[in-house]
């Protein structure tokens, strides 16, 4: 079992920065990828961005260049670094436990609960 927590949303104005993190606890060494999704009222929950145990990313092209994911071992903490937020990136964003290979990130069974960000025009 992993349990995984967010934390770091809120409400910013178009153009401001946001950082989420993940801390994950239980299994930690099952983890191979995590990754930020993102489920905005009324649509479907989409992938945002993943990061493998070895430091590969990958980025939705929504947000290439805004954001920056990473990970912190010692810590069990992955961050979302969100620069230059647009209305459009209003969303619950949750963390996932997944996996990365061939260059793409899949989803597992552990999610958070998710955390609100909220971007004002």
């Known amino acids: 079992q992993v349990h995984l927590v967010e934390s770091g949303g809120g409400l910013v104005q178009a153009g401001g920065s946001l950082k989420l993190s993940c801390v994950a606890s239980g299994d930690i060494s099952s983890i191979n990828a995590v990754g930020w999704y993102r489920q905005a009222a009324g649509k479907q929950r989409e992938l945002v961005a993943g990061?493998?145990?070895?430091?590969?990313?990958k980025y939705a092209d929504f947000v290439k260049g805004r954001f920056t994911i990473s990970r912190d071992n010692a810590k069990n903490t992955v961050s979302l670094q969100m620069n230059s937020l647009k209305p459009e990136d209003t969303a619950v964003y949750y963390c996932?436990?997944?996996?990365?290979?061939?260059?793409?990130?899949?989803?597992?069974?552990?999610w958070g609960l998710g955390t609100q960000v909220s971007v004002s025009s």
């Open positions: 990061i493998s145990s070895g430091g590969d990313t």
């Open positions: 996932n436990a997944g996996v990365m290979y061939s260059g793409y990130y899949h989803s597992g069974d552990f």
